[in-house]
Each structure stands twice: as structure tokens, then as C-alpha cells.
């Protein structure tokens, strides 16, 4: 891509991806433009949204949550502004409008909307009181909530409604959480791995109940209570849903960019229309769509190559991206096959003593899933058979022991 006089990058979200893209354009020293524009949706700049749980439980204060110092971006001549989304693309002119009614022309324009939180539609889910946990601002409200109310109900028994939970829980919170599967983390997790972390949960007094939904949240001025699908009530304060997420892509929709549930875009990033690319959390590639950071940095390193002229096959290919978390101390990995079934065998390692659970599934001498808790080590290690597919016959017997083990055996 060849510098124009006044060649404008303009970047329309700054979480995570986006601000991966921009240190990886910055990383270059070929320079394809001559200006960095970022629209900012949220009051603060580019930060660890991972570390938000930390800071709900008082783990971590908010300060160390920041990215990048806010010199960083003078030095590299970015232009970000906070708390100002983009509302419209012109493509024609090739402008987009923000909310505050700036009109900024661009050469190229990024799309990193990134994903809001879903809701399951249940009636009062709009009563003051209900609240999500997704970003800086849903953390701040839910420290307030608790200088002033003792009881929650979190809904959804996935990551981020664990943390939630927990957080809450550590801020001195009756917290009842709510998940509709049969066990916690169902889609990285096998029933053995759930009940364990079940019980993990509910010794740190976290009430956990699986196998349920609310139909309904009552109320009037606040929300009172929850109505599970069994008919019980459930009294509480507050209510968190973390029942996943929907990518946004309303702006796109509304400039005429064709969508599925998000942005589509081909393996190098680019929408239908040659000037507009889209990555993370708000992209589609084909029939998959983005819920991990680490797709996201995968695709901002291709798109900065695409951005500055490099190899033109660079390419975004999605992999299976093995899940790495640490839910209230308990590390977890998962990759591959999570349960087992008629065509696999299991190898299964546990310690009891110190709530260490691994579970391995085979299938014709290859490895196709681990599931490991308490001790996560070895997971990069099984990570890479999974992916080579080799023959691990020669170790077969020594698998749940790890690498030293298998590679003695070998």
C-alpha cells in the first residue's frame, strides 16, 4: 500500500485487538499512514479486560489495568478519542461521523466494534438493579451496587458469570449463581471438571444451581427476585447476566456492509468493501465468529502485514485456540474434544489431596481433547499433539503424567 500525502487510518473501538493492531502497525518502520485516528466508544482508553474480574473481587486496582501509558500514543502520533464512537460511515466520501458530530475522512477505516453483552429476553431484565458484566463501566457500577446491597443472582455459569460470582462473593455478597447446563464451563469443561470446580465454587460460598433458568424477574422500582423455571423464587438485590455475548454490528449494517451474526470479512480481514476491515469480537470469517482475545491478536498481526504492504498471501486462518483461565485461583485448560465419545478413550489423573483432575481423550493411538484442572502446566505440551496428531503409542501409558514422563518413556 503505497503512502498518500494524507493517507488517514481510522480505527472505530479501542479494546484489546485494536490496540494490539495499533502496536503492531507502530512495530513497522514502513509507515503506510501518514495520520492514526482512533474513536473511542468507552471513557477509557485501551485496557486488561481481563483483569476485570481481579478488580470486582479487590484484587487488583484500576490503575494497572491500562495498556499502554497515555504518552505512548503522543509518541507514535496516535490521535485517540475516548468516550467518541463513530455513528455513521459514509462510503462514498469515505467519512465517518461521530457522536459528537466530527466529520474525519480516511483512507482505510478498521472496524474493532468489538461484542455487547446477550440477554435472554426474560421479563423485568430491564428493572434498575440488573446489571452485565463486560466492561470498565459494568465493574465500577457493580463495586457501588455492593457498598450497598448483600444479596446477587448471577446468570450464566461460563467464565465471565464464575468471575462475577466470585467477585462479588469476595466483596462480601450472598451470591446465589444460576446455569442452565448440568455443569459449569459445559462448553471447556467434561462433567467430572464441573462438579469439581462446582465444589470449588461453593467452598469459597458461592451458591451454585445447575440445570435451571429464570423465566422471569420481579419487581417494581428494583429488582426483588428472580422465578427460576421450577417455579422457586429467589430473593435478591441484584441480578448479573453473563450469558454471552452478540457481536456489534449495527454500524456496519447501517453502511451497507454485509453481515451474518457479524461483520463478514474474507481470511485477510477486509469486508465487501476494499477499504473497510473488521477484527475481533464484531467479525465473521465464514460460519465462525470471535469470543477469545487471542483470535483477536492473531488477526490484528495479519491485518497490520495486510495494512502495510507485506506478503501477499498473509492470511487469517482460525485454529482451535486452546482456553486458558484462572477462575477464583484454579487454573484451567481445555483444547480439542472436551467430552468423551463412542470412538474415544479416556485417560483420567486425579488428585484429590490437591484438586488436581485431568482428563485425556484418544482415538486411534492421537490425541483429541485434554481437559486439566488444578495443575495446567503440561496443557501447551498436549496442545501441540493435539494439533500434530501424532502417534503417542510409544508413551501411551505415561500421557497423564505429562511431557518429562513422556519423553523419558519415548
Not at 27 to 53: D, H, M, W
Not at 256 to 271: A, F, K, M, P, Y
Not at 325 to 343: A, T
Amino acid at each position: 500500500m503505497k503512502v498518500q500525502s494524507e493517507s488517514t487510518l481510522v480505527i472505530c473501538g479501542h479494546g484489546m485487538v485494536a490496540q494490539r493492531l495499533l502496536e503492531a502497525l507502530c512495530r513497522n518502520r514502513c509507515k503506510p499512514f501518514t495520520r492514526i485516528v482512533v474513536f473511542n466508544g468507552e471513557t477509557a482508553p485501551a485496557y486488561n479486560r481481563i483483569q476485570l474480574s481481579a478488580l470486582l473481587a479487590g484484587d487488583t486496582a484500576e490503575s494497572s489495568l491500562a495498556l499502554q501509558p497515555g504518552d505512548w500514543f503522543r509518541d507514535n502520533g496516535i490521535e485517540v478519542f475516548n468516550g467518541e464512537a463513530v455513528v455513521a460511515i459514509n462510503r462514498q466520501d469515505r467519512t465517518v461521523t461521530t457522536a459528537t458530530g466530527r466529520l474525519q475522512s480516511y483512507t482505510h477505516l478498521v472496524l474493532a466494534t468489538g461484542s455487547r453483552p446477550a440477554k435472554p429476553g426474560v421479563p423485568g431484565e430491564d428493572l434498575p438493579g440488573v446489571m452485565t458484566f463486560r466492561d470498565l463501566d459494568d465493574t465500577r457500577s457493580l463495586i457501588k451496587t455492593t457498598r450497598r446491597h448483600r444479596r446477587a443472582v448471577v446468570v450464566g455459569g461460563g467464565f465471565l458469570g464464575l468471575e462475577a460470582a466470585d467477585g462479588l462473593s469476595q466483596r462480601g455478597m450472598a451470591v446465589t449463581l444460576l446455569h442452565r447446563s448440568a455443569h459449569l464451563l459445559n462448553r471447556q469443561l467434561d462433567t467430572v471438571g464441573g462438579q469439581l470446580l462446582q465444589q470449588h465454587m461453593e467452598h469459597r460460598g458461592v451458591k451454585v444451581r445447575t440445570g435451571t433458568s429464570p423465566t422471569a424477574l420481579l419487581g417494581r422500582s428494583l429488582v426483588r427476585a428472580v422465578q427460576l423455571d421450577d417455579e422457586t423464587l429467589i430473593s435478591t438485590d441484584l441480578v448479573v447476566f453473563a450469558t454471552g455475548i452478540t457481536p456489534v454490528t449495527g454500524l456496519a449494517r447501517k453502511a451497507g456492509l454485509d453481515c451474518g451474526r457479524g461483520i463478514l470479512v474474507n481470511s485477510q480481514l477486509r469486508t465487501g468493501d476494499p477499504a473497510i476491515s473488521a477484527l475481533g469480537e464484531c467479525c465473521q470469517l465464514g460460519d465462525t465468529t470471535f469470543g477469545l482475545v487471542e483470535p483477536g491478536y492473531q488477526q490484528a498481526e495479519v491485518l497490520a502485514n495486510v495494512l502495510v504492504g507485506g506478503a501477499p498471501k498473509v492470511e487469517y486462518r482460525p485454529v482451535a485456540t486452546p482456553t486458558r483461565l484462572k477462575i477464583s485461583g484454579i487454573p484451567i485448560f481445555s483444547c480439542g474434544q472436551v467430552s468423551p465419545g463412542p470412538d474415544t478413550e479416556s485417560v483420567v489423573w486425579q488428585d484429590h489431596e490437591h484438586n488436581h483432575y485431568c482428563r485425556l481423550l484418544i482415538r486411534n493411538q492421537r490425541l483429541t481433547g485434554a481437559v486439566l484442572l488444578g495443575d495446567t502446566r503440561d496443557g501447551p505440551w498436549y496442545s501441540q499433539r493435539i494439533r500434530q496428531q501424532d502417534d503417542i503409542s510409544r508413551y501411551r501409558d505415561h500421557i497423564a503424567f505429562g511431557k518429562n514422563y513422556c519423553e523419558a518413556a519415548a
